[in-house]
């Protein structure tokens, strides 16, 4: 099972970007789609993006599609969010999370998550 460790958070103005990093560790990391996931303060979590564990299929959530671009480099074991023309509604804790399954955006099919980045985006 991989473990994940995100990285990257921090405080940036409305329209600025950010890159997050999830870093795995463990042999079978290739095998897994990956997902990244975000929740708001009094809020549950949702989906953002998702990847193929070959990352030839990505999937967004419509509130960042064209903004944000998920990637990862299986070699490397990391995955990455790059978050462009951030909003102060983006503001959230960011998970990054692993599905022995293809590409989907339900987090309770997700087997294993990392322990949060905080992401805030001031006006």
């Known amino acids: 099972q991989v473990q994940l460790v995100e990285s990257g958070g921090g405080l940036v103005q409305a329209g600025n970007s950010l890159r997050l990093s999830c870093a795995g560790s463990?042999?079978?990391?290739?095998?897994?789609?990956m997902g990244w996931f975000r929740q708001a303060p009094g809020k549950k979590r949702e989906f953002a993006a998702a990847?193929?564990?070959?990352?030839?299929?990505?999937y967004y959530a419509d509130s960042v599609k064209g903004r944000f671009t998920i990637s990862r480099d299986n070699a490397k074991k990391m995955v990455y969010l790059q978050m462009n023309s951030l909003k102060p509604e983006d503001t959230a804790v960011y998970y990054c999370?692993?599905?022995?399954?293809?590409?989907?955006?339900?987090?309770?099919?997700?087997?294993?998550w990392g322990q949060g980045t905080q992401v805030t985006v001031s006006s």
């Open positions: 999370a692993a599905a022995d399954a293809g590409i989907i955006d339900l987090p309770d099919k997700y087997n294993l």
């Open positions: 463990g042999r079978t990391f290739s095998g897994y789609a």
């Open positions: 990847i193929s564990w070959n990352g030839r299929s990505t």
